[in-house]
C-alpha cells in the first residue's frame, strides 16, 4: 500500500504545473544565491590574504623601536571566512572582521559588515541559507498543504478505506511522496557544493562530513515540516483551510518566535551599551596596577614584593630591567579584568541562549537555524573563540615583548631600542576554528531538541492519522 | 443593496466570530510590540541619561581640582593628570554627544539596534577609531525585533490574506454563488462592496486597538496627534493595497486554495524576497571598498607620519602662524606632534574614508529608487522615518557628532599650542552638542502605492476579456 500510494503521488505531483514551477522558481533562485555568495566568498578571502600578510609586513618592517612602543603600535587580528559560510552566512554580517591588539586594551571587533550596508540589509540577503530555511518549507506546505484534503474533498478516501488501505499507511506513503523528491534535489545540491568548495585553492579547511552533518540537519528540518502539514491536512476538512494553517504555523515559527525570541532574550538579559562596556573596565583598571604609572599603590606593592623575592634592595639590582617586569605584571592584571568583563558578557549570552533553547520548544526553526550556523562556522560562538584565540596571541604577544624589553637592557634605560629583525621572530596569528566534533558537542542541546520534534511529530502524525 | 451587503456582512463576521477573534489577535500583537518598542527605547534613553551623570559627577569633581589649583592649594592628582592641562580636560570631561529618541522611536526599531546612541569625541581621539556600531548580540541582529513595524509590515497582509481569499470562492464551493448571480448586483460590484466592507471593519478594528494600545502605553496624544494621524494613514494605504490585491485575485482566480497560494506568493515577493534581491544587487553594484585593506592603508600612513613627526609639526606651524606668535613659551611636546599628525593622517585618509560614504550613498540612492518595488520597503522606510531610526538618522548623527568632534578638538588647539593653561573661567565656553532631527520626509513614496491600488483596481475593471467570465459554476 505504501509503494502504491508513493507512486501515484510522485505521478501526480509531477504532473501538477504548480509544483513544477515553483520547483524551477527555487531552483533558479538557489543558482542565484550560490553565484553571489560564491563571489562574496571568494572576495572575502582575497582580501583576508591580502590583508593580514600586508599587516605581518608592516609589523616585520617597524625597524628599530622601544618594544613597548611596538607594542602600542599593535597589530592586527583578521577572521577568516570558512568554506560552508558559503550555504549559511549565519550571523558573520553581524560580527566584525578584524580585531586590533594593542598593549593594555582588549579591542572588539571592528567593521560590521550590516553598518556599511542600507536599511534593506536588516530585510535579509538572498543567500542558499535563507533559501534552505524559509523557501523550501513554503514550497513544501505548497506541495502537502492538501494531500489528505483532497482525499476528503473528492470523496476518495472513503473508496480508499473500502479497500481496506491502513490510514497510516496512505499517509507514510504520501510522506515518503513529499520527502523523496526534496531530499534527492537537496542531495544533488549539496554534492554540488561539496565539488565546487573541494576544488577551491584553499581546500584544506572544508570538510565532507561537516557537509554531510548539514545536509542531515535540513533533510530532519523539513521531514519535521512535513509531519506539521501532514498533521494539519488530516486534521481539517477543507484545503484551504488547511493551507491557512499551515502558513500560520510557519510564519509562527520562521518569523514571529525568533522575534519574540530575541526581544525577551534582550529584555532579561541585556548587554551593556558600549559606552557602559567601556567605562566598566576602565573603572577597575583604575584601581589596579598600571604598567605606565610607578607611582600608584599597587605600584608600590608589586616593587616592594619584587624586591624582596629577588633579595636587592634597589631596582637597578635586579638581573632585569624592572620597567619590562611591572610593565608585563600590569598587562597580566589588565588581561584579567578583560577576562572578567567579557566572561560577563558570555555569560550574559548563555543565558539569552537559554531563552532561545527554550522557545525552541514551541519553534523548530531555533535549533535548526543555530546548529546550521554552528557547522558553516558563522556562529556567535565561533565568533567568540575567534575573539578569544586573538586575545590570547595579545596577551603571548605582549609577553614575548616585555620580556625583551626586560631581558635587554637595564632599569631606566626607556630609550631602548630592540633590531630591526626582532619582530620577525614573534610567531604568526594562527587561528584554528572548532572541529566538527567539538561543535556537536557544543550543540547538543540543540541537536536533542531537533530530534525530539522529529520523533514527537511523527509520533503526533501516526495518531492522528491511524484511523483515517 | 450595499444596505443589505453592509447588514449582513457585519452579521456574517460577527457570528463567525471573525471582528472578535481580528480584534484580540490586533490587541497581542500590538500590544507586545509596542510593549517591546518603549522597552528599547527606554533602555536607549536610560544609558544616555547614565552617561550624562557620570559626566556630571566627573565635572564637578574635575572643577574642584581646578579650583584648588587656581587658589594655590595642593592637590593629590599626578602632575600629567592635571585639569589644567587641557588636554587632560579635552579627553576626561569628553561630551556626551547623542542621539536622544524621538517620541516615535518605539514605532520601528530600525537600525536603532545596530548602531549606539552616543559616542565621546576626545581631543586626541581619531574620527575613524570612534565605533559607532552597539555593542548587541549578533543573533539579536539576526532575528530582528518584535516591533509595531514588523507587525505591520509583515503580519497585517496576512491578516488580510486569511480575512479575504475566499469571498467569491467560498460561494461558489458552496454553491450559493448561483443564488447571487440571480440577485440584482454584478458579482464584481458586489465582491468589490464586499471586500470594502471587510476593509472597512478591519480598519475600524485596527484603529480602536491601536488607540487602545497607546492609551495603555499613556503614549503622549496632545504632543504627537499628527504623528499617530500619519502611522494610521501609512496602515490605510498599505491595507488598502492588500486587499485590492485580494480584490484581484478574488476576480480573476477560482478556487480559494489557489487564490491563497497566489497572494501568498505575492506576499513572498514583496515582504521577503524583494528586498533581499534589491539589496544584494545594490552590494554587487556599488560594492564597498574592502574595510581591511581600508585598515591597511592607514597603518601604512601612520607608520610614516609618525617617523617624520618633527617635519610635519613645523610645516603645521608654519600653517598656523598664530601659533607660533601668541606661544612665548615655544616648548613642544609630544601632544604637539601627535595633534599635527593626527591632522595630517586625517587629510590623506579623506579620500579612502569618502569612498566608502559615496559608496553607501549610491546604494542608498539605488535603493531609494527602486523600493517603489515593493510596499514592504515602501511602507518600511516611512515608518523608519517616523520613529527616527531609519539609516539617514543614524548617518545624519555620524556627520553632525564628527563635525561636532572637529569643534571640540578646534576648541582646545589653541590653549595646546600656545601652551596656555585651561582655567575655571574657560569651563563655561566649551562646546555643547544637541542633536537635531533632520525632517525632511515626504509622503510621496505612500501616495505612489496608493497610485498602484488605483491602478490595479482599474486594470480588474477593464480588462474586456474579463468582463462577462466570471463563472458562476
Known sequence: ?468 | MLRYNFKYEWLLLIRNRWIQLLSILLLLLFGFAVYNGIQKVEARQNSIEAAVTELKTQETATLSVLDSLENGHKVSVSRWRLPSRPVVIGNSLARVVNMPAKSTAFIATGQSDLFTHYVKPTVTGDDLSMSYTEMTSPVQLLFGSFDLAFVIIYLLPLLIIAFSFNVLAAERESGTLKLLASQPIRIRTWVLQKLGLRFFWLILCISVTLLLVFVIFSFDFTANWTSLLVLIGYIIVYALFWFVLAFATNIWIRSSAKNAIALIGFWVLFVLLSPSILNQLSNSLYPMPSRTLMLNQMRTLKAEATKKQDKILDSYLRDHPEYAINDSTQTRNFYHKYMATQNLVKEELRPVVEKFETQLENQHQWAHTFSWLSPALTVQNALNDLAGTSEKDYQEFRSQSLEFAQQWRDFFLPFMFNNQKFAKSDYKNLPAFAYTYKEDATHLRILGLLGISFMIMLLVFLLKPMKQKISIV
Open chain 1, 1 to 468: 500500500m505504501i509503494v502504491h500510494t508513493f507512486r501515484k503521488e510522485i505521478k501526480e505531483l509531477w504532473r501538477d504545473g504548480r509544483v513544477r514551477i515553483a520547483f524551477i522558481i527555487v531552483l533558479f533562485l538557489t543558482a542565484i544565491a550560490v553565484f553571489i555568495s560564491t563571489n562574496h566568498y571568494k572576495n572575502v578571502n582575497e582580501q583576508y590574504v591580502e590583508a593580514s600578510a600586508n599587516e605581518r609586513e608592516v609589523w616585520d618592517n617597524q625597524g628599530e623601536k622601544n618594544p613597548h612602543s611596538a607594542a602600542h603600535y599593535g597589530t592586527y587580528a583578521f577572521k577568516p571566512k570558512y568554506p560552508l559560510s558559503l550555504i549559511d552566512q549565519g550571523v558573520d554580517k553581524y560580527t566584525g572582521t578584524s580585531i586590533f591588539l594593542e598593549a593594555h586594551n582588549r579591542n572588539e571587533a571592528q567593521f560590521i559588515a550590516a553598518s556599511d550596508q542600507t536599511g534593506l540589509a536588516r530585510f535579509g540577503d538572498l543567500t542558499p541559507d535563507f533559501i534552505l530555511l524559509f523557501i523550501i518549507p513554503l514550497l513544501l506546505i505548497l506541495i502537502a498543504y492538501n494531500s489528505i484534503t483532497k482525499e476528503k474533498e473528492n470523496g476518495t478516501l472513503t473508496l480508499l478505506n473500502s479497500q481496506g488501505a491502513v490510514g497510516w499507511k496512505i499517509v507514510f506513503g504520501k510522506w515518503m511522496a513529499i520527502f523523496f523528491p526534496v531530499c534527492i534535489l537537496l542531495s544533488a545540491l549539496f554534492l554540488i557544493t561539496g565539488l565546487l568548495l573541494s576544488n577551491l585553492p584553499d581546500f584544506g579547511v572544508f570538510s565532507w562530513a561537516s557537509l554531510f552533518t548539514l545536509l542531515v540537519t535540513y533533510l530532519i528540518y523539513y521531514a519535521i515540516f512535513i509531519n506539521l502539514i501532514l498533521i494539519i491536512s488530516a486534521s481539517v476538512s477543507k484545503s484551504g483551510i488547511a493551507l491557512v494553517l499551515s502558513l500560520s504555523v510557519w510564519i509562527l515559527v520562521c518569523l514571529v518566535l525568533p522575534k519574540a525570541a530575541s526581544n525577551l532574550a534582550e529584555y532579561k538579559y541585556p548587554y551593556p551599551t558600549r559606552q557602559e562596556f567601556s567605562e566598566n573596565i576602565a573603572q577597575d583598571k583604575k584601581q589596579g596596577l598600571d604598567g605606565h604609572n610607578p607611582w600608584s599603590k599597587a605600584a608600590k606593592e608589586l616593587e616592594e614584593q619584587t624586591l624582596k623575592k629577588y633579595g636587592v634592595d634597589s631596582l637597578s639590582q635586579l638581573p632585569f630591567n624592572y620597567d619590562g617586569y611591572r610593565m608585563q605584571k600590569g598587562e597580566e592584571h589588565e588581561a584579567e579584568i578583560y577576562f572578567k568583563h567579557y566572561n560577563y558578557l558570555k555569560t550574559q549570552y548563555s543565558n539569552q541562549n537559554g531563552i532561545y533553547q527554550k522557545l525552541a520548544a514551541i519553534s523548530p526553526y531555533l535549533p535548526v537555524r543555530f546548529l546550521s550556523m554552528a557547522i558553516a562556522k558563522t556562529d556567535y560562538n565561533t565568533h567568540w573563540d575567534f575573539s578569544d584565540a586573538a586575545e590570547n596571541y595579545r596577551i603571548e604577544t605582549q609577553k614575548f615583548l616585555n620580556d625583551h624589553f626586560a631581558e635587554a637592557s637595564t632599569y631606566g634605560e626607556w630609550g631602548f631600542k630592540a633590531d630591526a629583525d626582532f619582530w620577525k621572530q614573534l610567531p604568526k596569528f594562527n587561528y584554528e576554528p572548532p572541529s566538527l566534533s567539538k561543535i556537536i558537542q557544543t550543540n547538543t542541546s540543540s541537536i536533542i531538541i531537533m530530534l525530539v520534534w522529529l520523533v514527537g511529530s511523527f509520533t503526533l502524525l501516526f495518531f492522528t492519522t491511524k484511523s483515517l
